[in-house]
């Protein structure tokens, strides 16, 4: 009968591993191995459970933490996009892409450079769903990103004041995330010239952030009526020049709601 040292004892060998041509190992009766090649494999299983655990944060800060306004947006990605060959929703989602891969190279070189994007035009028309298909994109690239309908953020900020609620997500949250959508611009005071408190949010995000999505259903003339000149400038830096990729116009495209399986 072996003895426990004899079956614990770890002996190298003369055969070496192929690939970092090293004498393998064997412990007693075991197999022989590579103890490089073993580590690897324990390195590879630690930064897939460290991948995974950062996916799913990033996942969970995405959906559960953004304000949706309508929740579908949730479900938005470009595998559920459809569009007709030809059409304007085709032409957009291409153009879509290529500025997420912008975003994505802009993001992982620490370009200061600022990167905002406009989508304008009716409601239903699909700006928040293009918008939120390619924030999903982002994600699953490993980058931190919110979405924000700016009239449901100020609701939870109302509710703030009169009940003493917190909003899920503070202000340094959405400065420091790596591109965030701001959702119906425009919308959240309905008619009414925004107030203070929007203008001040709006003048925070713009000023410290350089890659921002907005969606409105605002003219540019309608900008300078609610906004404060030095707000529109900000929300408008780095798009001038840059108009053909960065500003989308969903002027005379159909309501998406009356076209289910569209969108």
Not at 59 to 78: C, M, Q, R, T, V
Request: with cysteine.
């Amino acid at each position: 009968m072996e003895s426990i040292s004899s079956i614990m004892a770890v002996t190298e060998l003369k055969q070496q591993c192929p690939k970092h041509h090293k004498p393998l190992w064997k412990k007693g009766n075991g197999k022989a191995i590579c103890p490089l090649c073993q580590r690897e494999k324990v390195e590879a299983k630690t930064r897939g459970l460290v991948d995974d655990w950062q996916n799913s944060k990033l996942n969970y800060l995405y959906e559960h933490k953004s304000y949706w306004g309508d929740p579908e947006l949730i479900k938005a990605s470009f595998q559920v996009y459809k569009s007709r060959p030809g059409s304007k929703e085709a032409e957009f989602k291409v153009r879509a892409l290529n500025l997420v891969a912008s975003y994505k190279q802009a993001l992982e070189t620490n370009d200061p450079n600022i990167l905002n994007v406009v989508m304008s035009g009716d409601a239903g028309r699909g700006k928040s769903f293009l918008a939120a298909c390619m924030l999903k994109e982002l994600v699953n690239a490993k980058h931190e990103c919110l979405f924000i309908n700016l009239p449901d953020y100020y609701e939870s900020i109302k509710r703030y004041w009169d009940e003493g609620t917190r909003p899920k997500l503070t202000l340094d949250k959405i400065v420091n995330a790596d591109v965030v959508v701001i959702d119906d611009l425009g919308a959240e005071t309905g008619r009414e010239e925004a107030g203070k408190f929007i203008q001040d949010f709006i003048y925070n995000i713009f000023n410290k952030r350089n890659k921002t999505i907005i969606t409105t259903n605002l003219t540019s003339e309608e900008f300078y009526q609610k906004y404060n000149p030095r707000n529109v400038s900000r929300m408008f830096s780095g798009i001038n020049g840059h108009t053909k990729d960065r500003v989308f116009n969903f002027e005379g495209m159909k309501d998406k709601r009356a076209f289910i399986g569209l969108f």
